[in-house]
């Protein structure tokens, strides 16, 4: 059932992010052709930032491609943190990207020569509502991808498209300003952008670390399955119950009591109840282990 699971998981992923390649191909292509008609530095800039998104999506594809393998001699327990490699990979190219928004902007400031420009044609202004429009459309589309199939590198991806909707919105003010005559418009706009786009690659860093390093599940879940188990019949108490987070799936171990007078068949057979119980329940579980004490 999980393999299956996993399979379809990876298809889900896999036709977003050939999606997002397309969509980002053609907005590239449209972009720039507009800056350079419409002479918007901006705009052609914007259209460059659209273009090594598909370098990202790429990257999104490698990652899930290798998470979804079958487990192997010399990876027993899978290769689901491979997601999470991708997920820190991306988190760095946003964080980067950013940060060159964020000092492109600065230098404007403090140089003074954004007053300089050209004024850029109504072409530029119109691909920058456009991109805004498509590329928060892909935000929202990846988003709900990602959040299907639970998938740090697929989040990773979406908040790639906000930050190009972002910068979008960066051009469209500057672009506008300029033509309203306040071309400082632009270099304070790609300061305040820089902001929410580190900040969302801080958010995706930190996550991919936790899902690497064994964090536990939420108390809620825990608190759920804690129900789930003492429901089932048989089982007199939960003893132990320890959670941890592998890419992006649940690894669970239990120790549960139960009636010490009772043979060794009908003890296996508790075990396993909680056991399905368990995976049936929670989705993201891949392994649950059930040891039973004598209560």
């Known amino acids: 059932m999980s393999n299956g699971k996993t399979k379809t998981n990876e298809q889900i992923a896999m036709t977003v ?5 397309a969509v980002n191909l053609l907005l590239s292509v449209f972009k720039l052709a507009a800056g350079f008609l419409a002479g918007s530095s901006a705009m052609v800039s914007d259209g460059i930032h659209s273009a ?6 790429f990257i999104v594809i490698i990652g ?3 998470s979804g393998k079958d487990s192997d001699e010399d990876h027993p327990y899978g290769h689901d943190r491979f997601e999470c490699v991708a997920s820190i990979i991306l988190a760095i190219l946003l964080g980067l990207t950013g940060v060159g928004i964020g000092m492109s902007g600065i230098e404007k400031l403090i140089g003074g020569n954004y007053g300089e420009l050209a004024v850029p044609g109504m072409m530029a202004l119109a691909a920058a509502v456009i991109s805004i429009v498509v590329k928060e459309m892909m935000y929202w589309y990846t988003r709900n991808a990602a959040k299907k199939i639970n998938s740090g590198a697929l989040m990773a991806d979406a908040w790639h498209h906000r930050s190009d909707a ?9 672009i ?19 902001i929410f786009i580190i900040k969302a690659a801080v958010d995706i860093f930190r996550d991919a670390i936790s899902k690497m390093t064994d964090r536990s599940c939420d108390d809620e879940t825990i608190s759920k399955m804690n129900e789930c188990i003492l429901r089932v019949n048989g089982v007199l108490g939960v003893d132990l119950l320890k959670t941890r987070t592998f890419g992006s799936k649940i690894y669970v171990d239990i120790e549960i009591s139960a009636d010490g007078d009772m043979k060794l068949r009908e003890a296996h057979a508790i075990a396993e109840d909680v056991h399905h119980t368990i995976e049936k329940e929670f989705p993201l579980v891949k392994h649950c282990m059930v040891h039973v004490n004598p209560a």
């Open 17 to 21: 992010s050939m999606n997002s390649i």
């Open 52 to 57: 090594s998104d598909v370098f990202s999506t």
């Open 166 to 174: 972002l910068s979008s919105i960066g051009s469209f003010i500057g």
């Open 176 to 194: 506008f300003g300029a033509r309203m005559g306040f071309p400082v418009l632009d270099p304070l706009a790609s300061v305040v952008i820089c």
């Open 64 to 66: 899930v491609r290798i």
